[in-house]
Structure formats: C-alpha cells, structure tokens
C-alpha cells in the first residue's frame, strides 16, 4: 500500500470511529501539497462511489487570523458533498461531528462555466448568480487541530458540513468588501470581521480557486456551491450551542448544535 493510499485510509476511519489521527505531516512534510491532494481525491472518489453528489467547492485559509490559528500561509480548497449540507434554522447532532469549529462566510452560486486558463476579475463577477450568507462547520480528523497546510489539504479542508442562508442577492445590491460580518454563540458576540477580511475581497478567493480548478483539471461549473472563505476566525462550538450569523445587508443564517 502506498504512502498517500495509507494516509487515506486512516483519514477515512477517523471520521468513521470519531476518534482522530496524529497530525500526517509529521510523515510527509508541509511541501509536498500535490500529494496532499492526491490525498483527498482518494476520499473524494470513495465518497461518490458511496452516492455523495459533488455540489460545489470550499476555499480554505483565506483570512490571516484563520491562517495565524494554524499556521499557513496560503489558501487551500476542499469538495462540498450534498451530504454536508445541514438546513437553515434547523440541527445538527454534535455527536456526528470531529472536533467542530464555525465561521462565517459569504458564498455564491454561478451561473456560468469559468474553465479557460485566461480568468480574470471580470469573468468571475460575471459568473456569479447571487450571493448567500453562510456557516461553514469545519471538522478534524487530525487529533487536536494540529495541523498544517498539508493535513488540511488532505483532510478535504478540514470540512465537515455547512449552511446556507435563504437571501440571495446579486452582487449589485450589497458591498461584500465592506460587509459586516457578526457571529453569535447562544446570543453572544463570539466573532466579528468584514468582507475585505477574506482575500481582501471574497471575489479575489473565487478567482484564486477559480484559476486553481482550471489547473488542476476539474474547472468550476454553472451552478456550484463556492463557500469563499472565513470574514473571522473560526470558533470551537460544544453540544447545546446555537450559533447565527448576520452579514450587513446579506442577511443571516443559523444552526444548532444537539447534545
């Protein structure tokens, strides 16, 4: 069995058992990110093999206290499954979760295809249908979140689940560099940021996942998912805790987490 077919396999029965593995890049190393995501596409293809539906893509690492929190300095991309999505309003049991974190984060839709090698600014606004608030629910299978780049990488972006809020709009009608971003944990203010917190734009995401997905071989598509990245750090959430987050004309969006 080869290195990044074991490290797979271990990934796998990590979020099988719930109990999570040493940090793999005690093996491999922080360079090596090709392997990394050869790596997640191991896990990738036995999730569709198992009837998860790729619906989209999460970018990773975007804001500089998420990178200060673990260390990296570059951004990273992960699949969004159907499976990950929990309802807008509605729960989820912390028991199917790995050591849980949120963040909050603005996410589109597009309405176009962008898979030529040319991209720009432009080409990605263009392709964007709307824009929707969102929670992402991050989850490690690496014991402790002691990772780095390369643990992530491999660890689908540390995703777990997400949600999605229920007001979309065009980009025309709301500053997304300017947003507004508040987080709160049982109505408590846990986490503030703003749009220029991501990338300093969270188009600027797009088009740095955008050209990646071009590079790699697997362009984005008309009518994928795309959560852009965290507008503040990400916060570790327990059985009981019911987290919202409002976005400056966006809207909001909530969860909560059963015991």
Not at 156 to 161: E, F, P, V, Y
């Amino acid at each position: 069995m080869s290195i990044k077919t074991n490290i797979a396999e271990r990934l796998w029965e990590a979020g099988v058992s719930g109990k999570p593995i040493a940090p793999i890049s005690e093996e491999i190393g922080v360079e090596d990110i090709t392997l990394a995501y050869q790596i997640q596409n191991l896990n990738t293809e036995r999730r569709i093999e198992n009837g998860s539906k790729i619906i989209g893509k999460k970018i990773g690492l975007t804001s500089e206290a998420i990178q200060q929190q673990v260390g990296v300095d570059q951004p990273d991309f992960g699949v969004l499954f159907h499976d990950m999505e929990v309802l807008n309003g509605l729960s989820i049991s912390a028991k199917n979760l790995m050591q849980p974190k949120v963040e909050a984060e603005i996410a589109f839709v597009l309405s176009h295809d962008l898979d030529h090698d040319k991209i720009t600014t432009i080409d990605v606004i263009n392709a964007i249908a709307y824009a929707v608030p969102a929670i992402e629910i991050l989850g490690s299978r690496i014991a402790d979140w002691k990772i780095k780049i390369t643990d992530t990488v491999a660890d689908n972006a540390s995703g777990s689940h997400f949600v999605i809020g229920h007001t979309p709009l065009p980009l025309s009608e709301f500053d997304m560099v300017n947003a507004q971003m508040t987080m709160k944990i049982n109505n408590t203010v846990v986490s503030e940021g703003t749009g220029s917190a991501c990338l300093g734009s969270p188009i600027n995401a797009v088009l740095w996942l955008a050209k990646k997905m071009v590079e790699v071989g697997t362009p984005l598509k008309k009518g994928d998912l795309i959560l852009s990245g965290a507008l503040g750090p990400m916060i570790p959430v327990n059985p009981d805790d019911y987290v919202e987050i409002e976005i400056s004309t966006l809207g909001s969006a909530s969860v909560y987490f059963t015991s």
